[in-house]
């Protein structure tokens, strides 16, 4: 199993711009999400999922959109890119909602918008 | 809405000495679990120990131990022994129990506390 992946690695963007971030897991995870985490700072959620076409805001969803087609992707989208959005972007994916279902942690987008 | 809190921004140990991580949360539910993830310079996420907030006995992972205390609100961590490899971002982090609702699983972080490792 590769896990979670995410691409791109990296990313410069200029303001105005937009992207996707890919994610995909091949464990067959119904919980997915997306967290950015500003310089020195915690995760924050952007949005989740918790199947195929099912997606819901998080606390900083301002300024992305998201989908969820099928169970493996989970890709994320910035529209009209702005410097405040200059972070590093983690996906994570579930299988439940319990202590013992582990969030496991794509290795991360470091996007920059300048 | 629940917050986590990490009060240390950095922390410095000696080799082979213990350092303890503080970390204090807020909420109003009863029925919750708390992590302590790693986060090395690899930015990878790295989950190192869990709590069920029903247990009253602390979590243990070899040279990590964990202090719940749930009416302090308050769950520090704390490394034994500590290693070179040990250095990173430490953060805390609470999800609720609940299946459903505004939760469905997602994770509140801390601020995170840089841990350093002397040799």
């Known amino acids: 199993n590769a896990g979670v992946t995410q691409t791109p690695k990296f990313r410069i963007l200029k303001i105005g711009q937009s992207m996707t971030l890919q994610c995909t897991q091949d464990m067959n995870h119904n919980y997915m999400y997306w967290y950015r985490q500003d310089p020195g700072m915690g995760l924050k959620l952007i949005y989740y999922s918790v199947g195929a076409g099912i997606t819901d805001k998080g606390e900083v969803p301002n300024g992305y959109n998201v989908s969820r087609s099928t169970t493996e992707d989970f890709p994320l989208r910035l529209e009209l890119a702005a410097p405040s959005q200059t972070s590093v972007y983690f996906c994570?994916?579930?299988?439940?909602?319990?202590?013992?279902?582990?969030?496991?942690f794509g290795p991360g987008t470091r996007l920059t918008v300048t | 809405a629940q917050t986590v809190t990490q009060s240390q921004p950095e922390m410095s140990v000696q080799e082979a000495e213990t350092v303890t991580l503080s970390c204090t949360y807020d909420t109003s539910e009863s029925d919750y679990y708390l992590f302590w993830y790693k986060q090395p310079p690899s930015r990878q996420m790295i989950l190192v120990i869990r709590q069920e907030a029903y247990k009253q006995q602390n979590a243990t992972e070899n040279r990590f131990s964990v202090n719940f205390q749930k009416a302090a609100k308050s769950f520090s961590l704390k490394i034994s022994d500590s290693q070179l490899g040990d250095a990173a971002m430490y953060f805390c982090?609470?999800?609720?129990?609940?299946?459903?609702?505004?939760?469905?699983?997602?994770?509140?972080f801390g601020q995170g506390t840089i841990l350093t490792v002397h040799p």
């Open positions: 994570a994916s579930s299988s439940g909602t319990g202590d013992r279902y582990e969030q496991y």
């Open positions: 982090a609470y999800r609720s129990a609940s299946a459903g609702g505004t939760s469905y699983g997602k994770l509140t």
